[in-house]
């Protein structure tokens, strides 16, 4: 995608996203050309677009969409993706025990359900729905639990790489949200004086803000790896990378903005929410560790060696 084309789509998202009495959907964006661009430049669309919702702090269901899009030729395609909450879901015979919150405004019809290594769509008649307020109320989220009749069973190659797109945009989100905190603690030290001279110019809060900007240029070159090899161990490491950069952030730009930083009117709060919620989907730090981990030790196992050329 060229600057000009891309400066353009995102003028046409912000004012979508801002100017809106309601927050639009992907239909609603696809009627506005969105599904052209997205089948000229995949990658560059999908980075757009998740990068404007999150600042915008606005949910179009972009993420469902696009990892129900992904699954292409199932059978049977969900309208829906459960995301793990409270004490999770469960497999039980032919049904799924659910428990979990989804993002999509949607009526619910089925739902993609995951259960360990497992994935499954099920019918979402009877199941019991629920407003969550939560940590960021912008998202929209309604818990469902209940027992659901899986339709149908998704191979295992069709869940990895939903759940490896699903990673990577929520890891373009959290970039983009790390970035607008630091923008937001950078404007604030360069305008508020303390003993005689701006904030900026003490070495403590330029090493602080450093630390930031270093955390979110690693995260920006493992989300380019990612987007290229789209590999499920480059996905985990992408919204790791983006999680830990967005944590960065919120903790050294609420250091350098003070009081003022944990006040209501100061936006810092809005974006630390969204990627705190972002972090708990499709994988939390901990988790991604964890799995990554075990992917370089299978590997290592596998090949004998880490340097092995002919392997």
């Given at each position: ?43 560059g669309a999908r980075r757009l677009l998740f990068r404007e919702q999150a600042v915008a702090r606005v949910e179009v269901g972009a993420l469902d969409h696009h990892m129900i899009e992904r699954l292409g030729s199932a059978d049977v395609l ?160 992408a919204k790791l990378a983006a999680d830990q950069s967005a944590g960065v952030a919120a903790r050294q730009s609420l250091q350098v903005c003070g009081a003022m930083g944990f006040t209501w009117e100061f936006d810092l709060h809005t974006y ?40």
């Amino acid at each position: 995608m060229d600057s000009e084309i891309e400066s353009v789509a995102r003028d046409v998202l912000r004012k979508l996203f801002v100017k809106n009495d309601a927050t639009p959907t992907m239909d609603q964006l696809n009627e506005f050309g969105w599904s052209e661009l997205s089948e000229e430049d995949p990658v560059g669309a999908r980075r757009l677009l998740f990068r404007e919702q999150a600042v915008a702090r606005v949910e179009v269901g972009a993420l469902d969409h696009h990892m129900i899009e992904r699954l292409g030729s199932a059978d049977v395609l969900p309208n829906a993706v459960l995301h793990s909450a409270g004490t999770g879901s469960r497999r039980e015979r032919d049904a799924v025990e659910v428990d979990g919150v989804v993002m999509s405004p949607a009526p619910l019809k089925s739902l993609l359900v995951a259960v360990d290594e497992e994935a499954y769509v099920v019918a979402a008649s009877g199941l019991e729905t629920e407003r969550v307020e939560g940590l960021d109320p912008t998202r929209g989220l309604r818990r469902v639990s209940g027992r659901a009749e899986i339709v149908a069973s998704l191979d295992a190659e069709a869940w990895e790489g939903a759940l490896g797109l699903g990673r990577r945009c929520l890891a373009h989100e959290n970039i983009a949200l790390a970035r607008a905190m630091f923008d937001l603690a950078h404007e604030h030290v360069q305008s508020r004086i303390a003993f005689g001279r701006t904030l900026s110019s003490y070495q403590a809060v330029k090493h602080r803000l450093a630390d930031v900007r270093i955390a979110i240029d690693a995260a920006e070159v493992v989300a380019q790896a990612a987007d290229a090899d789209e590999s499920s161990l480059t996905s985990a490491c992408a919204k790791l990378a983006a999680d830990q950069s967005a944590g960065v952030a919120a903790r050294q730009s609420l250091q350098v903005c003070g009081a003022m930083g944990f006040t209501w009117e100061f936006d810092l709060h809005t974006y630390l929410k969204r990627a705190l919620q972002n972090q708990a989907l499709l994988g939390r730090p901990a988790e991604l560790e964890r799995e990554i981990g075990q992917r370089l030790a299978n590997d290592f196992t596998r090949i004998g060696s880490w340097d092995s050329p002919a392997r």
